[in-house]
């Protein structure tokens, strides 16, 4: 029964992930619509060479690195600090309209949050006049080059920190509560318990949302960045998919483009690979 109910799930990523991996043949390609997968032209290895070989490459990977190693850095702990914290409260009712109000902005539509964010880093924005208090310059903080990813990573934050926390709650509430109890009679405070219960109770978990992060890594969504980005911060906020994006879909390089993402996807594969090889030999967790 089991198995039949594991059917249509395995025949969503039949039909979704792995039948579409056969468009990855256009990136040895020199593709057109008219053509097709099977009327195209063969070009081999030239799509990679040329990227490789292009003045974009290394700006292109320092900005997508950049941007993913401080998301992973700030982003990554911020909802296990948030849903240690929420463990840590009493009120009931205060907890739950805490939670609610940090889920929120993971269901506001991508565009009005990008939309929020350019108004309130504009000039005359509220986050601006903040930063005029302490001492800045009144200007557009969003269209400033230095400040793209400090910006982009901290409205991630506020953006997820809540509803990625949820797994991390659901995981400290299966802890075993006689550890507290045992803990308590031998003297640790709040901090010790955290340390020496709390934590090593969700450990597991925590690995293994990082091995699935390093997955990820280098998979910056192009959505995000297309709509904060403009031409005066291509300099730190164009990153691989926003390029796929401009070449495949304004440019109509279609096969360049999906060179590009297959060169990202192979790389996002090995450090999830790396990643689990690592937390296998060193840990008793692992995805494989």
């Given at each position: 029964?089991?198995?039949?109910?594991?059917i249509p799930?395995?025949?969503?990523?039949?039909?979704?992930?792995?039948?579409?991996?056969?468009?990855?043949?256009?990136?040895?390609?020199?593709?057109?619509?008219?053509?097709?997968?099977?009327?195209?032209?063969?070009?081999?290895l030239?799509?990679?060479?040329?990227?490789?070989?292009?003045?974009?490459?290394?700006?292109?990977?320092?900005?997508?690195?950049?941007?993913s190693?401080?998301?992973?850095?700030?982003?990554?702990?911020?909802?296990?600090?948030?849903?240690?914290?929420?463990?840590?409260?009493?009120?009931?009712?205060?907890?739950?309209?805490v939670?609610?109000?940090?889920?929120m902005?993971?269901?506001?539509?991508?565009?009005?949050?990008?939309?929020?964010?350019?108004d309130?880093?504009?000039?005359?924005?509220?986050?601006?006049?903040?930063?005029?208090?302490?001492?800045?310059?009144?200007k557009?903080?969003?269209?400033?080059?230095?400040?793209?990813?400090?910006?982009?990573?901290?409205?991630n934050?506020?953006?997820?920190?809540?509803?990625?926390?949820?797994?991390?709650?659901?995981?400290?509430?299966?802890?075993?509560?006689?550890l507290?109890?045992?803990?308590?009679?031998?003297?640790?405070?709040?901090?010790?318990?955290?340390?020496?219960?709390?934590?090593?109770?969700?450990?597991?978990?925590?690995?293994?949302?990082?091995?699935?992060?390093?997955?990820?890594?280098?998979?910056?969504?192009?959505?995000?960045?297309?709509l904060?980005?403009?031409?005066a911060?291509?300099?730190?906020?164009?990153?691989?998919?926003?390029?796929?994006?401009?070449?495949?879909?304004?440019?109509?390089?279609?096969?360049y483009?999906?060179?590009?993402?297959?060169?990202?996807?192979?790389?996002?594969?090995a450090?999830?690979?790396?990643?689990?090889?690592?937390?296998?030999?060193?840990?008793?967790?692992?995805?494989f």
């Amino acid at each position: 029964m089991i198995y039949f109910l594991l059917i249509p799930v395995i025949v969503y990523f039949v039909i979704f992930s792995y039948i579409p991996m056969t468009g990855l043949v256009m990136a040895f390609q020199n593709f057109t619509p008219k053509g097709g997968i099977f009327g195209s032209p063969w070009v081999g290895l030239k799509h990679f060479a040329d990227f490789f070989g292009s003045t974009y490459f290394g700006r292109l990977m320092r900005n997508t690195v950049m941007i993913s190693v401080l998301d992973l850095l700030w982003g990554f702990p911020a909802p296990i600090l948030f849903a240690l914290l929420l463990n840590e409260l009493r009120g009931k009712v205060f907890k739950r309209t805490v939670q609610t109000i940090s889920y929120m902005p993971y269901f506001i539509s991508m565009v009005i949050i990008c939309g929020i964010i350019a108004d309130f880093t504009s000039s005359e924005g509220v986050i601006t006049d903040l930063f005029v208090a302490l001492g800045g310059e009144r200007k557009n903080l969003l269209g400033q080059a230095g400040n793209f990813r400090t910006i982009y990573v901290a409205s991630n934050i506020w953006q997820s920190v809540g509803f990625s926390s949820i797994i991390y709650l659901a995981t400290l509430s299966s802890v075993d509560q006689e550890l507290y109890e045992a803990a308590a009679l031998d003297g640790a405070g709040r901090l010790r318990q955290v340390w020496h219960v709390t934590l090593p109770g969700i450990a597991s978990t925590i690995i293994i949302m990082l091995i699935l992060r390093m997955g990820s890594m280098l998979a910056v969504g192009y959505e995000k960045i297309i709509l904060l980005y403009s031409p005066a911060t291509y300099e730190t906020a164009d990153v691989i998919s926003s390029y796929v994006y401009r070449k495949g879909l304004q440019e109509f390089n279609y096969g360049y483009s999906t060179a590009v993402g297959f060169f990202n996807s192979v790389i996002n594969t090995a450090l999830l690979v790396i990643t689990n090889a690592i937390s296998r030999k060193y840990s008793e967790t692992s995805l494989f």
